[in-house]
């Protein structure tokens, strides 16, 4: 047997033609959803089918960002990727790299070519975007005066501020002529002064908002002095002038809410501020309170009563404090005093008489105080504690001490 060939390599052989074939690189294919599967790990898997046939799809998670979109079973769709071949099932299968719905095509195209000029003209640079103010006074809009947008926008910004003056004006956002009329409408707000503006629809298909996708809105918003918030279809929506816009609101009334703030939260501010300057006021005013009442003593410590107050208790002390010394002095002096006394009684010749000693005088009032001072017959004073003798010596004898 000649030229048997492995599985593998009649996989490969094949997937090969598929990669050299420039026609299955790149290519629009068109159907009917299918077996439709979101899969935990991002990727979806699918099929396109028509009358003839069914082709297998799947688009990875990493090109997710090609759907703009929630995909469902029966939708008609237009898938833009690459034909190969998984080599391990051996089956061949489109690789989507984006996906738009059906009738929508050439509008995706013309889409993604004024995407990309914009874009490198710099239109969408975030430098030009203006800030929208916290506090919006007065409120342009610009979409159809009836509808379910305009209802949207009037009833939250009138919950959330009934204070905002809003300002419609009434444009054609869809079909001949409507981007005609919503540039009109910017530049007629944006000339009138308000503080920003909020340009729009309700959700529909590519071909009913196409009008914001339209160049000439682009620039009148990019040129618009004021603050511009997109607010074009629902969520998934995405246009051109979502891109330019200042800020996109991804529906209507979250453009509401992005444009005014709630007044109740206002309030709540208001009352938390009021409760904090309250509560920052009362604790200066105790500091202070406190501040004075040292300052009150300090002042009155310093007073001129005070200070006599203070002199003259200072001076009551220190008498106090002399008369004591003075008592102490005195009793000391007292004491010694009488040590003296005691001591001077002691010496007194008047004590000494009193016990029966005699002072001796001379005739010529000389002190006697030995035998040898007298003689035989010389007359001597004799005085004692009561009186005076007058004598006579009849003899003397000195004492012999042994």
Request: aromatic share 8%.
């Amino acid at each position: 047997m000649k030229n048997v060939y492995t599985v593998g390599q009649i996989n490969t052989y094949i997937k090969n033609m598929f990669v050299q074939d420039y026609l299955l690189k790149r290519l629009y294919v068109k159907g009917e959803v299918s077996n439709l599967k979101y899969h935990s790990s991002g990727h979806i898997y699918f099929s396109l089918k028509d009358e003839t046939g069914t082709l297998s799809c799947v688009m990875f998670a990493g090109q997710r960002k090609g759907l703009a979109f929630h995909m469902e079973n029966g939708q008609q769709v237009i898938v833009l990727g690459t034909v190969s071949v998984y080599e391990r099932d051996g089956k061949y299968q489109l690789y989507a790299n984006e996906i738009i719905l059906d009738g929508a095509g050439l509008l995706y195209e013309k889409f993604e070519a004024l995407k990309k000029e914009l874009l490198e003209m710099g239109m969408f640079d975030p430098s030009y975007k203006q800030p929208i103010p916290s506090y919006v006074k007065r409120l342009g809009i610009v979409t159809a005066s009836t509808g379910a947008a305009v209802r949207d926008i009037i009833n939250i910004s009138k919950r959330r501020n009934p204070f905002v003056q809003l300002i419609l004006y009434p444009a054609k956002v869809q079909g001949e002529g409507a981007a005609q009329s919503i540039v009109k409408g910017i530049k007629t707000l944006d000339a009138y002064g308000v503080d920003a503006m909020i340009v729009g629809r309700g959700g529909g298909s590519i071909e009913d908002l196409w009008a914001f996708n339209e160049e000439a809105v682009a620039r009148a918003i990019f040129e618009c002095r004021t603050p511009v918030i997109s607010a074009v279809g629902h969520e998934t929506d995405t246009t051109i002038a979502d891109y330019v816009a200042d800020l996109r609101a991804p529906t209507p009334s979250a453009a509401a809410e992005l444009a005014v703030a709630d007044v109740r939260e206002i309030f709540g501010k208001l009352e938390s501020y009021r409760l904090s300057i309250r509560q920052l006021m009362e604790k200066n005013l105790d500091y202070a309170r406190g501040c004075c009442q040292q300052y009150r003593l300090a002042l009155a410590a310093k007073s001129p009563e005070s200070l006599i107050r203070d002199k003259r208790q200072l001076a009551l002390n220190d008498e106090m404090l002399l008369e004591q010394l003075m008592k102490e002095k005195l009793t000391e002096a007292k004491n010694q005093l009488g040590i003296y006394a005691e001591r001077l009684n002691g010496l007194s010749p008047l004590k000494k008489l009193s016990q029966g000693y005699a002072y001796v005088m001379s005739e010529k009032r000389e002190r006697i105080s030995s035998v040898e001072q007298v003689k035989k017959g010389e007359k001597l004073s004799l005085y004692l504690a009561d009186g005076e003798i007058e004598a006579k010596v009849e003899d003397s004898r000195k004492l012999s001490h042994a």
